[in-house]
């Protein structure tokens, strides 16, 4: 990764990190001077984080050790500060930056991340997967067990990771839970109106109650106290697992480290299931999944609860994901239903809010 200072770290200004002259300071170092003379974009993703898929032309000698096809990654134009005082897009590049290079995760290449903390704004620059040839799975679009397996693989390794490191080697990672009680642009009564809107439907009416849904969060965040605490991605639902081509033996990797935060390993593993299994298929599979996950976090270095432990947080923890969909707006309908179908289904079948007592 690139790492030679520059005057602007995190513009939010697109058109200054599409500029060949911002391009070239970011992927120098202090040793090698990168000249790139022109960009081509090749695709703009929104909308709320943008990422550019875009080519980059660099001068003779071009830089053997830098990818040509690359994506850059942040919150631009003049509306985004609400996101940057949330800190997600900071997270996810100090994550680029200080944890993924110790963690032996499988995740793009990044090759800069910068940040200004004036601004909180981070720019990310990295290997563009889909010239890679990976492909991104989504909730509409079948999960089979094998790449549950393979993500979850991932997870138990971040896991178990983060265990042996220690979070607090990494002092701007903290829990959300807390923040995510008082979350002001869904207050209880618009969730409940979320919920019983078109996106809840043929889920139980108990389960419909933002008050409800709120009460469980503050729960968790009160359980997370008492538990044990590892670095969690956060969000990993389907649509942030990508799998690179057969020839690479389609290994599976995460993107989207916005939610990067000190949790308990059932936030991730619960929400992780759920979401990217239906519901018949996760009544069938997850106990086995579970029971894997808690094998490749032994193997990886972690330490693993007794199976009854596990079971009992996991089924609580199935209602951190349902929050996370029921309080999402800015995606498409068809996705929102999809992942609160299934992540309402789980949490009504395992009641969740029975056992965390509310």
């Known amino acids: 990764m690139r790492e030679q200072p520059i005057q602007n770290p995190a513009p939010t200004d697109l058109a200054v990190v599409l500029s060949p002259e911002w391009l070239s300071q970011a992927l120098s170092t202090a040793d090698t001077r990168v000249k790139v003379r022109a960009v081509t974009v090749i695709e703009t993703i ?33 509306d985004v500060h609400g996101y940057l005082r949330s800190g997600v897009q900071r997270a996810e590049t ?3 930056r200080e944890c993924a290079p110790s963690l032996s995760l499988r995740v793009p290449r990044c090759v800069y991340a910068g940040v200004d903390e004036a601004t909180q704004a981070g720019v990310i620059v990295m290997e563009d997967l889909v010239a890679r040839g990976a492909r991104f799975l989504t909730a509409l679009q079948s999960y089979a067990r ?9 997870l138990a390794r971040l896991h178990a990771c983060s265990e042996r490191l220690t979070v607090q080697r990494w002092p701007w990672t903290g829990s959300r839970l807390e923040a995510l009680t008082s979350y002001a642009l869904v207050p209880p009564p618009r969730l409940t109106e979320l919920l019983k809107s078109e996106r809840g439907h043929g889920l139980p009416e108990s389960i419909r109650d933002g008050e409800r849904l709120y009460a469980a969060l503050r729960v968790l965040a009160k359980r997370a106290r008492e538990l044990s605490e590892v670095l969690i991605h956060g969000d990993a639902h389907a649509g942030n697992v990508f799998v690179l081509p057969c020839s690479d033996n389609c290994q599976s990797g995460f993107v989207d480290w916005q939610l990067l935060q000190r949790g308990h390993w059932s936030l991730d593993v619960a929400y992780h299931i759920a979401a990217v299994l239906g519901p018949e298929q996760r009544v069938q599979l997850e106990d086995d999944l579970l029971r ?53 289904s789980a949490v009504a079948h395992h009641d969740s809010f029975g056992r965390l007592g509310v």
């Open 292 to 344: 894997f996950y808690l094998d490749r976090l032994k193997w990886h270095g972690g330490s693993p609860p007794p199976l009854d432990e596990a079971w009992h947080c996991y089924r609580e923890s199935l209602a951190y994901g349902y929050f996370l969909w029921g309080i999402t707006v800015r995606v498409e309908p068809v996705v929102i239903r999809e992942f609160i179908r299934r992540l309402g």
């Open 94 to 96: 100090l994550f680029y």
């Open 46 to 78: 929104g909308p709320s984080a943008t990422k550019v898929r875009l080519r980059a032309d660099y001068a003779e000698p071009a830089p053997t050790n830098l990818p040509e096809a690359l994506c850059v990654k942040g919150f631009f134009g003049g």
């Open 146 to 154: 094998e790449d549950a397996e393979r993500s979850l693989d991932q």
